[in-house]
């Protein structure tokens, strides 16, 4: 989702109550499949142990890194990769979000 | 879409799960979906109409629905939790939600029933803001160990 000027999304944060109170996050080594800018990945980033976002677009991919901060960068990073062929091995993560992208 | 599910499974560990979050179909009519339209007041929601998604977006939730339906059935997943909540995007004024409408959401329309019933609200309440709220499903599918 592009940054628009006067358009503030999910300012109650309910996108991440909800993942935080239904899915097994905290500790996790998790997966956001589809994750544009990074938008969701840094809300959520506070309860998995590490979170790898990944998206085909190489441009997103990069607005997702200038947008993480450098103490952030330990534990989040991005790759470019497509959901259809990611580029990780088997049992690489404990949860894989798709957010808006299944 | 099922072969990003078949792909989430094989980099899954057993016992691992998928948090699968979207938009979700009308409850009354899967074949259409509104966004409702709203302003908020001296806190609270006052509707004030809704948006309507194309046909296109339509088609694209129902091929994930039969997507993790096959899943299921292959018996790669169990589906552990499906909720419903909504989601709401907030717009400083008229002006702001066309334009995100023309960039962000092309295949949703602000029917003009709507935008006169928005414009009467904000004309009422000026200092009142506007919000799209749209229903939204979380599924959690738990690989099986």
Sequence with gaps: MIRMRGVRFDPERAEVRVLLRSAP??????????????RLTRRIKGAPRSVVGVDPDPDQIARARAFTSRLLRRRVRYEVGAAEALPFGRHSFDVVLFSWSL | MVDALHEAHRILRPGGVVADLRPERDPGNRRRRYIRAEVRWDGQWVSAGAMRETTEYISDYIGADRAVARVLREGLFSLERSELFWLRTYFRDLQTVDRHLALERTGTSLPETTRRSLQRQLRRYPSARIAAADLFRLNVLRKDQ
């Design chain 1, 25 to 38: 996050l905290r500790g996790a080594r998790l997966l956001d499949v589809g994750c544009g800018d990074g």
